[in-house]
């Protein structure tokens, strides 16, 4: 392989069939072989620490490949392994999220992995595994963990299966479900629904249950089965055009596991809600792990994953990611397990369905998620993730998250405020509306944000990152009218930390700053954002996006009479470039600001330009400028 160059191992593999997903299986764990102990339970990848021990981080080196190898074996493949046991558990161990692969493997692949073992052998491994049904465990999805493995001892005829262990851990998981399908990882008061309450554990966890479970538990598997039918109409929404996934919540390391969910309904052969047919999910599986497997920054220069998103990047991990971790995306290894003829993979693909196409959804994850105008975004209304994580509000508490923007933990897309000249900046969810395209503007979505202060105040509020480098490896340089670069006056367009921003390494993020005096009445941030990704392969936006820059979105009818009820509102200015309204005692302000972002491949282009701005007698009136950018990978955008 060239190292050099931006193609990956797994490139030239059109990942299309059963034996192309197969073959880029076994090419993903070809290089651990290097990496793997003397004995074969061990596979060590890097040098980097997790809270847990290092024999956990090793054995999750081992075990997370397992998810895909079960699969592979149970539908008829072949690949040499061996199995070592590495320690036992104490209460909340690391191990036991470990077991949940193990115990799927003995379930799905029992006369391959199982079978072979001498009694001896057995006795040691059902005595390691069973050793977690009397430990304490975290209330949240890793009960998963511990039915997984004793489902494993149930298919094994192991007597360290515990039967009453496993039904008071799934009665108690089933406690979770809110309802549409979807359940909160933790119990009643947790707000949190991200990827794990879908492909990286819940839903995932209740399919396989579903098909492996049904002889002994049918009435709860048609249970898990209806969940997933409803869940599939709303998750449908998380993922756009080219296979990407909207990247929200902790563990974005796992990358394509957030697309195991529609491998797993194929699994549990689910009976299909229109208009979801096997064409449109084996498009949403496998699109998704194409993109994944043509990601250069997605792996070493010897084939392994890296830990990171679309690049190495430790910013974005968790105290818990081990070099191993990455191998969570295994999990979308599970079709694998299918025969040739079942209807996932006799199936044609299709593209995204065009009924879901341009449509705006209110999710009960508190979400609403939207592809209007071809950009596949969530406004987010406030999640938390239930116990500390690194960069928790970078992850679950910003105003949007794009599929093909990403994130980052920087000051994209949140409203920061200082009191102290902007040396420390806080991230702040003041009363705030999100609202979602409109017809007439399919491009701009719009924030809406309610203030008072006390004190002398430095607000700022970012956009969309964008690349920040230019053809030439360069950073982007000045430029006008639709060609790549950067123009500022007055805004800030803003060269972030390198590798804080999900997507790309160096990112530049356009951002908006005011001051603000004491006040005692509302200050009101009224934000339009114009977002316009671009299309496969295409460098740039195409010729003409400026025409759809040129319109402007109108505050809603409900919040507009909040504003007016102060006298602060005049509808007749509401589509200029730029506003500020005050009242007659100059004791408020409403600012009409407007923020445009897209992404393109190809160059970049970043523009500020001036706003007016009106006189005011006695409070000072907060303007800001607007910013328009254009970027290979990333996009362009204009703020006002």
């Known amino acids: 392989m060239n190292y050099y160059s931006e193609k990956t191992w797994f490139a030239s593999n059109p990942l299309e069939t059963k034996e192309d997903l197969a073959k880029f299986l076994k090419d993903l764990l070809d290089p651990l072989k290097i990496h793997t102990s003397p004995g074969g339970a061990r596979i060590r990848l890097g040098y980097t620490g997790t809270h847990y021990d290092e024999a956990a981080a090793q054995l999750e080196g081992f075990s997370r490949p397992i998810w895909g190898l079960a699969s592979l074996l149970a539908g008829g493949g072949e690949y040499e392994g061996t199995q070592r046991i590495l320690g036992n558990m104490k209460d909340k161990d690391q191990r036991m999220v470990e077991c949940s692969a193990i115990g799927f493997s003995i379930a799905v692949a029992k006369e391959k992995l199982w079978d072979p073992l001498s009694a001896e052998a057995k006795s040691h491994f059902e005595a390691w595994l069973g050793g977690m049904n009397d430990k304490e465990m975290p209330n949240t999805n890793w009960l998963w963990f511990r039915v997984f493995a004793n489902l494993g001892l149930s298919k094994a005829g192991s007597h360290r299966f515990d039967a009453k262990r496993m039904k008071a851990d799934l009665d108690h998981l089933d406690t979770f479900y809110i309802g549409d399908g979807w359940s909160r990882d933790g119990p009643e008061g947790v707000i949190q629904l991200d990827y794990y309450s879908s492909s990286f554990a819940i839903q995932f966890a209740q399919l396989a249950y579903s098909k492996i479970a049904q002889a002994d538990d049918p009435e709860r598997c048609e249970e898990y089965r209806s969940r997933a039918r409803r869940f599939a109409l709303d998750f449908v929404h998380y993922f756009d055009d080219e296979g990407r996934a909207i990247p929200f919540g902790r563990s974005m390391t796992y990358r394509f596991a957030m697309s195991s969910f529609w491998g797993a309904l194929a699994f549990a052969d689910v009976e299909l809600p229109a208009p979801l047919t096997w064409g449109v999910i084996k498009g949403l599986q496998m699109r998704n792990i194409r993109y994944w497997a043509k990601q250069p920054g997605a792996y070493s220069s010897d084939g392994t994953l890296t830990i990171g998103f679309c690049y190495p990047n430790h910013n974005i991990t968790e105290n818990y990611n081990s070099p191993g971790s990455p191998y969570w995306c295994c999990k979308s290894f599970v079709t694998l397990a299918l025969p040739e003829t079942h209807p996932f993979w006799k199936a044609k693909e299709e593209p995204y369905p065009s009924v879901l196409r341009n449509t705006t959804n209110s999710e009960p994850a508190v979400h609403i998620i939207t592809n209007v105008g071809g950009h596949t975004y969530l406004l987010s209304s406030g999640q938390q993730c239930s116990y500390p994580v690194k960069q928790s509000a970078a992850k679950y508490g910003k105003l949007a998250y794009s599929s093909a923007f990403g994130t980052e933990v920087g000051g994209d897309n949140t ?73 500022e006056n007055g805004a800030r367009a803003l060269r972030t930390d390198a590798n804080t921003n999900l997507m790309v390494p160096r990112a530049v993020l356009p951002t908006l700053l005011g001051d603000h005096t004491e006040s005692q009445s509302d200050i009101w ?35 507009a009479a909040l504003i007016n009820a102060r006298g602060l509102y005049n509808k007749d200015t509401n589509n200029k470039d730029s506003d500020t309204q005050y009242d007659e005692a100059g004791r408020s302000v409403v600012l009409i600001m407007t923020h445009y972002i897209s992404r393109a491949k190809g160059m970049g282009n970043l523009r500020l330009r001036p706003c007016d701005t009106a006189p005011c007698h006695h409070h000072k009136v907060y303007f800001l400028s607007s910013v328009r950018l254009t970027s290979k990978c990333r996009g362009w955008g204009w703020r006002k």
């Open 415 to 487: 409203f920061a405020l200082s009191d102290d000249n902007g040396e420390t900046w806080k991230c702040r969810r003041v009363e705030t509306w999100l609202v979602p395209p409109q017809k007439e503007t399919p491009l701009w979505h719009m924030r809406i944000q309610r203030m008072k202060t006390g004190r002398f105040l430095s607000s700022a509020e970012g956009g969309f990152a964008i690349y920040g480098q230019d053809t030439d490896g360069r950073a982007l340089q000045p430029s006008t009218e639709e060609r790549f670069g950067t123009l």
């Open 525 to 559: 941030f009224v934000t339009s954002v114009f977002a316009l990704p671009s299309v496969g392969d295409e460098e740039g936006a195409r010729q003409g996006w400026s025409s759809e820059w040129e319109k402007r979105p109108t505050v809603p009818r409900e919040i």
